[in-house]
């Protein structure tokens, strides 16, 4: 891959809020994007406001008009989705998706960006690796291949071909479906996108194999603040503001909980919070336990 080929990169999400305008700023100070690579790829099926700029609606609408399977929730579940309407409104040799709450530390935007400039593949993905029967997505895409693959996707890379290659063979997946009832288990884009490409050969890279001189941490479980993935080294997932970390705190401290993690939950969660903020944590919790505090 060479500089002089054009790059197009599209922020996947469904609320315009401080974290999208947060990403288009990152992206622009990395200095490999100009404002005309950056574009905003919105899921319209709630009711929030468009942005004050150009965008690209998704909506059920739409996917169908594409020929593919418009799910419940396919925001969330067909990140691809977003990206078949970004190839369609821009023609590029390489296409980035990033979501909102992937956050970059101490400069790491710019070491990313830059490195990724030299290293050519059809899909780039942290994890992407051959999945068993143990991952949650696993039986979705067993369905349609004998071996299944995933990858993380909060950000991903594909060349042209690649995107079309994905869109041809989501849209032969739906044909059966449309106008029917939809499958239990249809594939999302993790399990989808590596799964397909591997399956054709086309070149397939986990960026944790390569040198890139930082670390990703991606993840569900473990959001952290905004404010300190700035002070760390590396790109984070989910990164999120104290507003977004409070609304989504207990959920993920049930999770935590259950999945015997609790102490790694509550040093990353809290990380950088002001005493107050702390207060304010732990006073929910209470109130959701209805446990009062002793005295004493």
């Known amino acids: 891959m060479t500089t002089t080929n054009k790059t197009a990169i599209g922020i996947r999400f469904h609320r315009y809020d401080d974290s999208v305008k947060q990403t288009v700023d990152t992206l622009l100070q990395s200095g490999c994007f100009k404002a005309s690579d950056i574009h905003l790829v919105m899921d319209v099926s709630s009711s929030h406001a468009l942005p004050p700029r150009d965008v690209i609606p998704l909506s059920s609408e739409k996917i ?142 986990d960026l944790h194999q390569q040198s890139l001189c930082y670390s990703a941490k991606f993840g569900t479980l473990l959001p952290i603040l905004r404010s300190a993935a700035a002070t760390q080294s590396g790109i984070f997932h989910p990164a999120l503001s104290f507003d977004e970390m409070k609304a989504k705190f207990l959920p993920k401290l049930d999770i935590a909980i259950r999945s015997n993690r609790v102490d790694e939950f509550i040093e990353r969660a809290t990380q950088d919070m002001s005493p107050q903020q702390l207060k304010d944590m732990l006073a929910l919790v209470i109130k959701a336990h209805r446990v009062k505090p002793q005295q004493g």
Not at 145 to 165: E, L, N, Q
Request: charged content about 25%.
């Open 64 to 205: 169908r008009s594409m020929g593919l399977l418009a799910i419940e929730q396919y925001g969330w579940h067909c990140g691809d989705y977003f990206l078949y309407a970004l190839r369609e409104k821009a023609k590029a040799d390489y296409y980035w998706l990033i979501e909102p709450d992937v956050a970059f530390g101490k400069g790491a935007e710019k070491a990313f960006f830059s490195k990724m400039r030299d290293i050519a593949c059809d899909y780039a993905a942290f994890n992407h690796t051959e999945k068993d029967a143990s991952w949650a997505w696993y039986k979705g895409m067993r369905q349609f291949s004998d071996k299944v693959y995933g990858s993380a996707f909060p950000i991903t890379r594909y060349s042209a071909k690649a995107v079309d290659v994905l869109y041809q063979t989501r849209k032969a997946h739906s044909q059966p479906f449309q106008d029917k009832k939809p499958p239990s288990l249809w594939p999302n884009d993790e399990s989808f996108v590596s799964t397909t490409l591997e399956n054709v050969g086309l070149h397939c890279i």
